[in-house]
């Protein structure tokens, strides 16, 4: 049984920063990439940013130069650093595991466990 716990989402001024972290239970943490979604009213889930076990990274257009991921193995959790938040980042934020890349790392697909998730705001 894989569980997910989120936390860092809050309210935040234009320019500001925020830390989300994701806690992953179970063996799944330390084999496969985790990732980060995000779902805005209206809006379909998009990836945000996602990490393979060994490192590798992806992010989508709109969030390079300002949100890092990045990983702790030891500690089996998962963080995402925004920086520089725009109000159009406002949104769910969803920590996802097992995430399916293909070699080429060009494919990056949903994994089948997903946090709760953690609302970001950003006013402006």
């Known amino acids: 049984q894989v569980q997910l716990v989120e936390s860092g989402g809050g309210l935040v001024q234009a320019g500001g920063s925020l830390r989300l972290s994701c806690a992953a239970s179970?063996?799944?943490?330390?084999?496969?990439?985790m990732g980060w979604y995000r779902q805005a009213p209206g809006k379909q889930r998009e990836l945000v940013a996602a990490?393979?076990?060994?490192?590798?990274?992806n992010y989508a257009d709109s969030v390079k130069g300002r949100f890092t991921i990045s990983r702790d193995n030891a500690k089996n959790t998962v963080y995402l650093q925004m920086n520089s938040l725009k109000p159009e980042d406002t949104a769910v934020y969803y920590c996802?595991?097992?995430?399916?890349?293909?070699?080429?790392?060009?494919?990056w697909g949903q994994g089948n466990y997903w946090g709760q998730g953690t609302q970001v705001t950003v006013s402006s």
């Open positions: 996802n595991a097992g995430m399916v890349v293909t070699t080429d790392y060009y494919h």
């Open positions: 179970g063996s799944i943490f330390s084999t496969k990439a």
């Open positions: 990490i393979t076990s060994g490192g590798i990274i």
